[in-house]
């Protein structure tokens, strides 16, 4: 059975905090890990894609790393801000099919 | 350019009764993916349609369906419900297969089976 696990479950930072989440994957037959950001009553947001070991992505203070040696990508956001907070899930490519985390809940406060 | 959008946003059956919900792609978009997300629950992958074909499915049974329409637009199909099918119903669409590339997300339509 592939499993997708991110850590943590839930995240509570204060404005100007820089965190992390983690998610962990398969590292077999790997062909893509995707990052999205799922704001209350909107429609979940690509934020990356990944392809290669090694790859850093950036949009603005939202960095990723990807390692698919070992099955892990790591977010990052530097500088939070409360229109930060949503929930970021990621999702593993696997044989056309995307298997995806629960997701990291993040809250930020003003 | 259209993003991709669902029809209905919310809506409530019983249980045995048999449900439609509709789907647009984006626009330049030939792949359309649906995905269930129970409460609680990362989204689960239903089944994906390419160019009118299914391109893959999960673990759903049978009663639940799909269709892809010449203009790519996209129906999911399920029948007989049951109170465990309460869940929001998310598509998304990809250019060409969607093998790496991102999904763009409609808002989802909510079931809620009573």
Request: aromatic share 12%; glycine share 8%; net charge negative.
């Amino acid at each position: 059975i592939l499993n997708v696990e991110q850590s943590p479950q839930s995240l509570h930072v204060q404005e100007g905090d820089s965190t992390n989440f983690t998610c962990s994957f398969p590292s077999s037959n790997f062909y893509a890990l995707h990052w999205y950001r799922w704001e209350t009553a909107k429609s979940p947001e690509a934020l990356f894609v990944m392809t290669l070991n090694g790859d850093e992505k950036k949009k603005g203070r939202i960095s990723a790393t990807l390692n698919t040696k070992e099955g892990y990508s790591y977010l990052y956001i530097k500088g939070s801000q409360p229109e930060d907070s949503a929930t970021y899930l990621c999702a593993f490519l696997n044989n056309r099919k995307l298997i995806w985390g629960l997701g990291t809940s993040l809250a930020v406060n003003p | 350019e259209t993003g991709v959008t669902q029809s209905p946003t919310h809506l409530i059956k019983t249980r045995g009764q048999q449900v439609t919900l509709r789907c647009s792609s984006q626009s330049g978009h030939n792949t359309v993916s649906w995905y269930q997300q129970a409460l609680g629950q990362g989204p689960q992958f239903i089944f994906q349609y390419y160019r009118e074909e299914e391109n893959g499915r999960g673990n759903f049974p049978p009663r639940f369906s799909g269709l892809q329409f010449p203009n790519y637009s996209s129906e999911l199909n399920v029948n007989a419900l049951e109170l465990d099918d309460s869940a929001l119903y998310l598509c998304a669409s990809s250019p060409e297969g969607g093998r790496t590339g991102e999904l763009f997300f409609g808002e989802g339509s909510r079931l809620a089976v009573l």
